[in-house]
């Protein structure tokens, strides 16, 4: 059973920075793309970041100039590190992996959230 297990989130003022973790555990036979998306009340879930396992990257205009993902392939493991952070990016953050398993299942995998609130 394949799992993801997000890290990294927390209260922060507008101008810091957080680090997201992202660690894939369980039976993986390979890993194709992984990202993180955000939900914020009252509005969609939508993409923040995307990256493929041969390391392309794509952001959200919000977002480009001041997030950075990035991915350990060693360890299954992407980040995204946020800087310049504002009050408009509070939300649930979640990460999401495409994965084909030991058992050779191809599925796509949500993360549990985790809450990145950033005052004013």
């Known amino acids: ?11 922060v ?3 810091g920075s957080l680090r997201l973790s992202c660690a894939a555990s369980g039976s993986i036979f390979i890993i194709n793309n992984m990202g993180w998306y955000r939900q914020a009340p009252g509005k969609q879930r939508e993409l923040v970041a995307g990256i493929t396992s041969g390391g392309d990257t794509n952001y959200a205009d919000s977002v480009k100039g001041r997030f950075t993902i990035s991915s350990d392939n060693a360890k ?4 995204l590190q946020m800087s310049s952070l504002k009050p408009e990016d509070t939300a649930v953050y979640y990460c999401n992996a ?4 030991g058992t050779m ?3 796509n995998y949500w993360g549990q959230g985790t809450q990145v609130t950033v005052s004013s």
């Open 1 to 11: 059973q394949v799992q993801l297990m997000e890290s990294g989130g927390g209260l």
């Open 13 to 15: 003022q507008a101008g």
């Open 76 to 79: 299954n493991t992407v980040y």
């Open 98 to 101: 495409d994965i084909v398993s």
């Open 105 to 107: 299942r191809h599925n």
